[in-house]
């Protein structure tokens, strides 16, 4: 097994380095339905994807939000295991042509 020099590591680093995006504006919070959203953005634009959807779980959320209090709310649930389904599935379809292949 060859060692490494300071030279190697200094070079593996600097090439995982992040840069901006020159494909996404990354400063920009899109607001709206996600799945318009997501149509919107050019393909291969991203390298890792993280979602947290709604999971079916059967039950009614509610968070009181901000200073006012606002109360805010949604229900998880869907009239089936297969509407929820039908709800996911563009959306992980268009998550699929947003990430990067890899290399």
Known sequence: ?????????KETKSKT???PSSLVDTR??????????LKKLPENCVDLIYID?????NRNYE?????????RSFDD???ST????EF???????????????V
Not at 1 to 9: G, V
Not at 30 to 36: M, V, W
Not at 63 to 70: A, I, M, Q, R, Y
Request: overall charge positive; hydrophobic content about 35%.
């Open 82 to 85: 297969q509407a929820y389904i």
């Open 17 to 19: 380095v992040a840069k």
């Open 1 to 9: 097994m060859a060692k490494k020099t300071a030279n190697s590591k």
């Open 28 to 37: 920009v919070i899109y607001c709206g339905d996600n799945l318009e959203q």
């Open 53 to 57: 959807p709604p999971f079916n779980s």
């Open 88 to 102: 996911m599935r563009p959306r992980c379809v268009e998550l699929h042509h947003l990430i990067l292949p890899p």
């Open 63 to 71: 968070v009181f939000w901000g200073e006012t209090k606002e109360k």
């Open 77 to 79: 649930r869907h009239a």
